[in-house]
């Protein structure tokens, strides 16, 4: 059974960095796509990026610039980072496999950017 | 971007009955359309992708139909665990966009 579980802090400040970590069980790094996608509050969700297990990676537009992804297949994690965040990054935070139909989620992690 | 617009916003349904949410997608898509389910505090379930084709395991009272710009997910005989958002994800376009989603409560 794949499980994905979202983890880092809840609280960012304005300026600084975000950044969550997904772990992955009951599935291999490899040969996969692993993603990122977000729901701000009161908002539909925004796809934020995908990495794939060979190392590439793409970001939506409205977000490069601010993010990057990375994977640590030994780990079974895959990471986000997002810099200079403001308070219109605040959001459920979701990881998941596959890219661009995400098969398995996580039940997402909520971030919120206040001083 | 591809705008993704669903409707209703909300939908009042009784449990055994059917709910039909729409979805429309700002340009052709052909067939590149999946359908989400989305509960509070738990991972968000692919349902449907391709428009139609139902994911394995999903039940079959879950149907999806549609292609270009028109779409539409169908749970016929609504079970307790059914109410729920659905959002929609048009996948032909990078980004991928999704739809606000449309509740799904009891009447």
């Known amino acids: 059974q794949v499980q994905l579980q979202e983890s880092g802090p809840g609280l960012v400040k304005p300026s600084e960095t975000l950044s969550l970590t997904c772990t992955v069980s009951?599935?291999?790094?490899?040969?996969?796509?692993w993603s990122w996608i977000r729901k701000p509050p009161g908002k539909g969700l925004e796809w934020i990026g995908y990495i794939h297990s060979s190392g590439t990676t793409d970001y939506n537009p409205s977000l490069r610039g601010r993010v990057s992804t990375s994977l640590d297949s030994s780990r079974n994690q895959f990471s986000l980072t997002l810099i200079s965040v403001t308070a219109a990054d605040t959001a459920v935070y979701f990881c998941?496999?596959?890219?661009?139909?995400?098969?398995?989620w996580g039940q997402g992690a909520l971030v919120t950017v206040s001083s | 971007d591809i705008v993704m617009t669903q409707s209703p916003a909300t939908l009042s349904v009784s449990p055994g009955e059917s709910a039909t949410v729409s979805c429309r997608a700002s340009r052709n898509i052909h067939i590149y359309l999946a359908w989400y389910q989305l509960k509070p505090g738990q991972a968000p379930r692919l349902l449907i992708h391709d428009a139609s084709t139902r994911v394995t395991g999903i039940p079959p009272r879950f149907s999806g139909s549609g292609s270009g710009t028109e779409f539409t997910l169908t749970i016929s005989s609504l079970q307790s665990e059914d109410f729920a958002v659905y959002c929609c994800q048009q996948y032909k376009e990078w980004p991928p966009t999704f739809g606000q989603g449309t509740k799904v409560d009891v009447k």
């Open positions: 998941g496999k596959g890219s661009p139909r995400v098969e398995f």
């Open positions: 009951g599935a291999s790094m490899t040969n996969n796509y």
